[in-house]
């Protein structure tokens, strides 16, 4: 019963199966390359993650937009009266005309201004939102991916190691409900392959003793489906 | 009079920007927080499903896999938990056909009555009950 593996839960960040096996552990398959947390890979799950990402930010483009509108409008509004005051009253006096056209330059270089620093805010909230939006769902969406690969594994007979959450990441709770059903199952699964295989070993010696060949065929066939079995679950 | 006339439509202004920022703070603060609780919901519903059957699975309850309900998010995660609750459930089926294939091989040889088949149907037992 030494080779049924026993139910280890690897704790070193990395994905389930992409540990290299050692040497001489079976297997000998190439190890998969260790998951790398990349630029591109901010977006695992892109129809979740989009959906909260957009309406957000076009709900704070629209409103910063319309609010500094509002402000701009008002700024105008006080720029037009003081140039209006100012021409009311200089009427008539030439010599201060020079005067005038350097404050109505002076208020519309300061309006445009204005302008500037409010798209420059607007645009850099809209940035600012978009990038926090998307680390954040990618903390939501990186503990599912996980998960749905090893269901992907579970779904093909695979109950090997479950590896832990990268830190930080949410769904830590669920992650761990996950992580001691799987291992409920694969210790249920090995404790299965231990009973069957003492069965199968104590039939076997009474079935050559006794020369009864259809039960050792029957045997035969039960020890390839435990030979399988354990694979899985290493 | 002009003068008095351009301070009171700027004081017009000011005060319209005012209650426009204090409603439009406070229909986003309503409005984002209603759709947060929403969305939220969508999200953390197939989650909480999906703990219930992890649930079953440890206790050794295989039994079926209900749909989400319509609107819910996570539609492609759960379709993945889905297919491994199915192959768990096939894994069973294949010990139990294993199981049963040894039993009745052991009785036709006229051992059916070795302690180890006593082990092996308690174990048949269980496991169709799990699937039950």
Known sequence: MSDVPSATVVQDGKLGGDVPKRDGAGGGGKPRQPYKRKLSNYLLDKRLQLRYILLVTVLSGVISGSLGYLIYQQRHAASESIERDLAALTQGDKSLKGFQEQVAASMAAEDRALVYKMVGVGIGLVVILSLYLVIMTHKVAGPLYKISMYFDRMADGRLGNVTALRRGDMLQDFFGNFREMHEAVRTRMQSDVITMESAAVALRAKATAEGKPELVDALDTLDKHLTQRKKQLL | ?132
Do not use: C, N
Request: proline share 1%; charged share 30%; net charge positive.
């Open chain 2, 1 to 132: 009079m002009r003068q008095a006339g351009s301070i009171s439509a700027l004081a017009e202004g000011r005060k319209r920007i005012f209650w426009v920022l204090l409603g439009t703070g406070l229909m986003l603060m309503l409005g984002l927080g209603l759709y947060g609780i929403k969305m939220t919901h969508k999200v953390a519903g197939p989650l909480f499903k999906v703990s219930l059957y992890f649930a079953k699975m440890r206790d050794g309850r295989l039994d079926k896999v209900y749909s989400l309900r319509k609107g819910d998010q996570l539609v492609d995660f759960y379709e993945h938990f889905k297919h491994a609750h199915r192959g768990i459930v096939q894994m069973e089926k294949d010990d139990i056909e294993r199981i049963k294939a040894t039993i009745a091989a052991a009785e036709a040889a006229g051992v059916g009555d070795h302690a180890s088949i006593g082990e092996l149907r308690t174990l048949l037992q269980r496991k169709e009950k799990s699937l039950e």
